[in-house]
């Protein structure tokens, strides 16, 4: 009987008590403050709003929908993170919200924020702070911090940061048309992340806006680049698309603008090409001196070190260069050929290679001939059996040497052509020489292997008469 008393006792107590702090934990009102309380028209304040009991003590459990608004400024600017001028409390904000440079007054007085409890209009609160006319600044400096101009990034959004007074309405401009509001805090500082920016470059400034919406100053232009990776090359041309062996002809490329590389690739040659206009790479080399046709590969680099490379890009045909076994026939003109050494020279006169001559060593065959004052080059051909020529080297002196090897195809006939061009840079030959037999072939190598074995026969003779 005891201990059921007790028990009744205890549990009646600990009903009182569990009652008392429900009781004491119900919300009584908000607990707001404005950080400062006082501030010009137009500087941004944080808000801060806690829920409370009726002993002022925290409510731990608060996560109800409160409704924010002001009286005496209708235009005051809220706390972005409001939806239709209501927030709901989450565990995350430990019972308690603070709203960082969110709230903006526009017109001087005593303004004030009216919290309310949408699920209990008699739970409320109201917030003043004093707001006062600016009247004193006339220009404000701003700057962007970040980021540095001609920074590349590899993703379209960027955080842009910079100094302005503190409290000040900032607005940041892309490419001259996209705007993104913000505003100084208390530390001068003010930031933004941007996103959705455009492939490639991006122009970014700052400004700061008075009371009545007004550009006080303006930062200066920063610059950035986006680079995705996505690299393209558009097209890549070959002007002419045919030519002769080892004549100059023209690549222009298509490709995203500077590039730390642009580059084509043929008959396992690099040539480099230089961007002459926003897209355009071009370069101008010699084709290869074999006839056929060769494929043109491309890459492209960008800052960013992302590299693209197109197999076969385009082609470039050599042509096969044909001569009759004599003499080729020159075209009749009847004006004179101005050369680029400056001296004067007519297509339709002869200029015989004159005084062609062969020495024959050991190790090579030299062929020589007298020097053409104008005469910018020689073209060597080679007679074939069948009565035609083939091109076998363009020198710029008047010699031709062959080196003697045991792999070398023996070349019987040689003869020479002497070229110049012209102003317009037209390449004209003149008449073939005669042709000479060179000995380029093992032949010269078994003639002096049998004098050094006859030498070393006699040589041996002579010590065993000895």
Same mark, same amino acid.
């Given at each position: ?9 205890? #549990?009646? =107590? ?19 403050? #404005?950080?400062?309380?006082? $501030? ?23 996560? !109800? ?26 565990? $995350? ?33 109201? $917030? ?22 001609? +920074? ?87 002007? /002419? ?12 490329? +298509? ?57 076969? =890009? ?12 004599? @003499? ?6 009847? !004006?004179?050929?101005? @050369? ?11 200029? /015989? ?13 030299? +062929? ?67 042709? @000479? ?17 006859? !030498?070393? #026969? ?7 008469? $000895?």
């Amino acid at each position: 009987m005891k201990f059921t008393k007790k028990l009744i006792l205890s #549990f009646i =107590a600990s009903s009182i008590c569990s009652f008392s702090w429900v009781f004491a934990a119900w919300i009584d009102h908000f607990e707001v403050k #404005f950080t400062p309380d006082t $501030a010009k028209v137009w500087e941004s304040l944080d808000l801060e709003i806690e829920a409370v009991d009726k002993n002022n003590e925290v409510v731990t459990d608060y996560n !109800w929908t409160i409704l924010i608004f002001s009286e005496s400024d209708p235009e005051a600017e809220l706390p972005s993170q409001l939806e239709e001028n209501t927030y709901t409390f989450k565990a $995350a904000d430990q019972w308690k919200i603070k709203f960082e440079n969110s709230v903006i007054f526009k017109s001087p007085g005593t303004q004030d924020i009216h919290i309310y409890d949408l699920n209990d209009d008699t739970v409320l609160w109201v $917030a003043e702070a004093d707001i006062s006319e600016d009247t004193t600044v006339k220009s404000l400096d701003i700057s962007i911090i970040s980021p540095e101009d001609g +920074l590349t990034i590899g993703e379209n959004s960027i955080n842009v940061s910079g100094l302005t007074q503190k409290n000040y309405k900032v607005k940041i401009i892309v490419n001259g048309k996209d705007e993104f509001s913000t505003a100084s805090n208390n530390d001068w500082i003010y930031e933004k992340t941007i996103d959705k920016l455009q492939d490639w470059e991006n122009k970014i400034k700052a400004q700061v806006l008075d009371a009545n919406d007004k550009v006080i100053w303006e930062s200066k232009e920063v610059k950035i680049k986006i680079s995705l990776g996505a690299l393209s090359i558009k097209s890549v041309k070959v002007n /002419p698309e045919s030519v002769d062996p080892e004549s100059s002809y023209e690549i222009e490329m +298509l490709a995203n603008p500077d590039l730390v590389e642009a580059s084509i690739i043929i008959n396992d040659t690099i040539a480099k090409l230089t961007q002459t206009k926003a897209w355009v790479y071009t370069t101008k080399i010699l084709s290869p001196k074999e006839p056929g046709i060769y494929k043109i590969d491309a890459k492209i680099k960008d800052e960013l070190g992302h590299e693209k490379t197109e197999l076969w =890009a385009a082609s470039l045909t050599v042509n096969e260069l044909k001569l009759n076994a004599a @003499t080729e026939a020159i075209e009749t003109n009847t !004006w004179v050929v101005e @050369t680029n050494t400056g001296k004067v020279c007519d297509p339709n006169k002869e200029y /015989p290679i004159t005084w062609l001559k062969l020495v024959e060593l050991k190790t090579k065959s030299i +062929l020589t001939w007298d020097k053409i004052d104008w005469v910018e080059s020689y073209n060597v051909y080679k007679k074939l059996e069948n009565g035609d020529l083939e091109l076998i080297q363009n020198v710029s002196d008047a010699k031709f040497e062959v080196e003697i090897t045991w792999e070398e195809i023996k070349y019987d006939y040689f003869s020479i052509k002497a070229v110049a061009q012209n102003n317009c840079w037209q390449v004209y030959e003149w008449n073939l020489s005669d042709a @000479t037999k060179v000995k380029t072939g093992p032949e010269l190598i078994i003639l002096l292997l049998l004098s050094l074995f006859i !030498w070393w #026969f006699v040589y041996k003779s002579i010590r065993n008469n $000895a």
